[in-house]
């Protein structure tokens, strides 16, 4: 039996044959798709295997699943960064980037970890020129906290960070945030 959660209110139980879980080589969102290893069929599908033409096997339902940080755009960035109560972790990143693809696992697990702490969010960097040009962003993937509508002083970050040194360097920037 496996359960789903949705949201705090809804949950989905399914009964499966033992799955293995894949991580999606094509998603930088980080959906997952899992396989039956006994019949091979396509249970869950990722969001990006649909843009590749790819499909499952059509009598299996599918569902998607994601986790991790939401992707925003320039429209959204206003609502969901400057006026958000938490303080915001802006990754900005680009599909054709190696260390965005090596870090994603680690922001995915800062989304769940320091969740109700701190909202994650991902900026296509070829989709958003304009917050390119406004936040001077020169490499990928770059990290900006923001607090109350601005930049955290000291707390952008450029390039690929390994999961234990994210964790020291989000702990004392909200540390210093919080004191503030």
Not at 30 to 52: D, M
Not at 58 to 68: A, D, K, L, N, T
Not at 83 to 103: Q, R, Y
Not at 140 to 148: S, V, W
Request: hydrophobic share 40%; proline share 7%; glycine share 4%.
């Amino acid at each position: 039996m496996v359960t789903i959660t949705l949201n705090p209110t809804t949950s989905l139980r399914l009964s499966v044959p033992p799955v293995r879980i894949t991580p999606s080589a094509f998603n930088l969102q980080t959906s997952w798709f899992i396989r039956s290893p006994s019949s091979r069929r396509l249970l869950f599908r990722s969001r990006s295997w649909g843009k590749l033409g790819l499909r499952g096997v059509s009598s299996v339902p599918r569902f998607v699943i994601s986790c991790g940080p939401t992707e925003i755009n320039q429209s959204q960035f206003s609502e969901t960064v400057l006026t958000s109560d938490l303080p915001v972790l802006v990754e900005f990143v680009a599909d054709w980037c190696g260390p965005c693809k090596l870090i994603s696992p680690a922001i995915d697990w800062v989304s769940q970890e320091y969740e109700g702490r701190l909202k994650v969010v991902k900026i296509d960097h070829d989709s958003n020129p304009e917050l390119i040009e406004q936040y001077k962003v020169y490499g990928l993937p770059t990290l900006i906290l923001f607090k109350n509508g601005q930049e955290v002083p000291e707390s952008r970050r450029e390039g690929a960070i390994t999961k234990v040194k994210l964790k020291v360097y989000l702990d004392a920037l909200l540390e210093s945030v919080s004191v503030t």
